[in-house]
């Protein structure tokens, strides 16, 4: 038989018993192929010095795996798996953690998010948890679906993105509405969410970014916004407002173009609406860098220069913000860290732990490149 290590670890401020947390991670191992039929376990003397544990708790937990017909115990001799029937196997887990996190977005293709998976995934690798992806598409019904199925699979915990949907749903069962509401769920992206949530400080950013052209001259500014006064909308314009205010400007709702969504066309659209007027913006504020390419593509479609003729900034920091011609000037949002800090905030509710913090608020900050007039040395 062959022997392997495990790692596994025990949490003292967990809401189980350390012989239940030793049960339920070798399962998850199991189920996970990480252990796989005729490998031996650890003797319970060695595992129960690796934990710093009891031998009667390691005893216990391996008495209830053998209950569970998962392992096989010789006394006096090592303990191995057992070959398994899956079905049966997934019975047993789906009663334990199930070591899935749910993400619920509002779009797959905006690369925002990107960074914010990849923040996430740090954290849930640390815990040997997978993660599953859902794409909303901007519905909320759609959103609410997914949060039911999440629930439905057992999910330990769900991390909410860009949306504002409750527990509470018209046409689902008392029973299920209960099973959503014990459910551990962070809220990201999301200023005014209940309950456990990860946001940036929206209002300085469109603050910083509008300020940033107003140090540079500027008085006709512009700014494409989102049509729909969504809560991580409305304080980014709230911050373009309010450093206009702060330097005597009066707000133009004219220099104001309100587009149906983030993404290129939409930036294409706002973009021509302000360049069409008679007195045309000289610098434009888009609220994310998506936007901002379609804004370069019409300025430079009408011979215009970036940033002599019309200055730009933008939200977000994205990859590709250093790339376009000229690089973009951005307000960076620490998406990455979002993930990290929320990610670290849902194990700790699955833990049964109280988060640090109730609301945690990331700063944001300017990264100044060429699109808003700045010489900047490469």
Request: net charge neutral; aromatic share 6%; glycine share 6%.
């Amino acid at each position: 038989m062959k022997h392997i290590k495990i790692e596994i670890s025990i949490d003292p401020q967990a809401g189980s018993t350390f012989a239940e947390q030793i049960r339920q991670q070798l399962i998850w191992l199991i189920t996970s192929g990480q252990l796989k039929p005729g490998e031996s376990l650890p003797s319970i003397r060695r595992l129960s010095k690796q934990l710093s544990v009891n031998l009667h708790t390691v005893r216990n937990a391996y008495q209830k795996l053998e209950e569970d017909g998962v392992i096989k115990i010789h006394p006096g001799k090592r303990s191995f798996v057992l070959p398994y029937d899956t079905q049966q196997l997934s019975g047993i887990a789906n009663q334990q953690r199930s070591h899935t996190i749910g993400i619920i977005l509002p779009s797959m293709g905006n690369p925002f998010y990107h960074e914010f998976i990849q923040g996430v995934d740090e954290i849930a690798r640390q815990n040997h948890s997978l993660i599953f992806i859902c794409n909303s598409n901007d519905d909320q019904e759609e959103a609410f679906r997914y949060l039911a199925q999440l629930s439905a699979k057992h999910v330990d915990g769900i991390l909410l993105a860009s949306h504002s949907i409750t527990t509470k749903y018209p046409r689902q069962t008392q029973e299920a509405e209960e099973e959503l509401a014990s459910l551990p769920i962070v809220n990201v992206d999301w200023p005014g969410a209940e309950g456990y949530s990860v946001i940036f400080d929206y209002e300085n950013a469109g603050y910083q970014a509008t300020q940033h052209l107003l140090e540079h001259g500027h008085q006709r500014i512009g700014l494409i916004t989102c049509d729909k006064e969504v809560a991580n909308v409305q304080p980014v314009n709230r911050g373009y407002e309010k450093a206009l205010q702060k330097a005597g400007i009066n707000l133009d709702r004219a220099l104001i173009a309100r587009v149906d969504g983030f993404g290129m066309q939409a930036g294409v659209a706002g973009a021509r609406r302000l360049l069409s007027l008679n007195e045309p913006p000289t610098a434009i504020f888009s609220i994310a860098d998506t936007l901002a390419l379609g804004v370069m593509k019409v300025i430079k479609a009408a011979d215009l220069h970036i940033p002599k003729d019309v200055a730009l900034t933008s939200f977000n920091n994205i990859a590709f913000s250093e790339l376009t011609d000229p690089p973009l000037t951005s307000v960076a949002a620490p998406v990455r860290e979002m993930g990290v800090k929320a990610m670290e905030m849902l194990r700790d509710l699955i833990a049964g732990r109280n988060p640090a913090k109730r609301k945690v608020l990331l700063k944001t900050s300017l990264i100044i490149r060429q699109s808003c007039g700045c010489r900047v040395s490469a």
